[in-house]
């Protein structure tokens, strides 16, 4: 039986390159860095940012990212001969990586920050999906970026960490082995986008802070009519932002729904004063 194999073009590569990121938050293991950059190029993928960890394997004492040199930081936060030596031709992908002081500085302007995890918990999106799902899903994407959040190789990601995140994923594994290596579990999520390529629909999204915006506008207006009596403010607040995120609005989209909610929320307010 014989198989199709689909190539990419450089153009679909380089498309994918610029609209989706890789965030590590908090990772310590110098060989584990290496491993992501070898997987991220691998598959087409060169954004890295990190956010360090207080200490590394290589570092005690990790100095303070506003304070110190990207360069710097490189060459102090991890082992970086044990970083190239892991990298194998993708060297490169570290020595362009940038460094940021928290999640939310990381994931500034995206248009949707998508946290891996397996942990559950009430704060921690009931509403997951797999890496497969999500990559077609923003495979259309021609402008914004996904940021793609992974967590610290012993603990994963934080619930503070992941109520940044827009929307959840969760890698599907085994049940009595459901904890993946750090490097592994980019793979898995870079793969997945590479697989699913772009396709000739040009999809012009806005930025995550205008999704927010508009999630906080909607949250409001439900408290006015009512609607949120027995909710919890946090949660409904996560759920209407994850579903929001996952829509792609584009600006058109956007701004006709807001203008739609402003006029909901003074009919209701013109009904109150009469």
Do not use: W
Request: glycine fraction near 4%; hydrophobic fraction near 40%.
């Amino acid at each position: 039986m014989s198989m199709r194999v689909r190539r990419l073009l450089p153009l679909e590569i380089s498309a994918m390159n610029e609209h989706a990121q890789v965030v590590l938050a908090r990772p310590t293991g110098s060989r584990n860095v290496g491993a992501v950059c070898r997987a991220m190029k691998s598959m087409g993928m060169r954004n890295l940012i990190i956010i360090p960890p207080e200490r590394s394997d290589y570092c005690e004492h990790v100095p303070p990212v506003r304070d110190t040199a990207a360069e710097t930081l490189r060459n102090t936060v991890f082992d970086r001969s044990a970083v190239e030596m892991v990298a194998v031709h993708s060297a490169d992908v570290y020595a362009e990586c940038h460094f940021a002081a928290s999640l939310e500085e990381a994931v500034s302007g995206s248009t949707a920050v998508v946290g891996f995890t397996r942990r559950s918990g009430r704060f921690r999106h009931t509403n997951r999906f797999t890496p497969r799902i999500l990559a077609e899903h923003f495979a259309s994407m021609r402008s914004g970026t996904v940021s793609l959040v992974f967590g610290n190789e012993r603990s994963g990601l934080s619930t503070e960490e992941l109520a940044v995140c827009s929307m959840c994923c969760e890698i599907p594994s085994a049940p009595d082995q459901g904890s993946l290596n750090l490097s592994h579990a980019v793979q898995i999520a870079c793969y997945e986008f590479f697989q699913a390529g772009v396709d000739d629909s040009p999809t012009e999204t806005v930025a995550l802070e205008r999704v927010d915006e508009i999630a906080s506008y909607l949250y409001e207006l439900l408290e006015d009519i009512g609607a949120l009596e027995l909710s919890v403010p946090e949660e409904t607040r996560m759920y209407l932002r994850s579903v929001l995120s996952r829509s792609l609005l584009n600006d058109y989209e956007a701004t006709k729904l807001h203008k739609m909610l402003r006029k909901l929320r003074h009919m209701k307010i013109r009904e109150a004063g009469s």
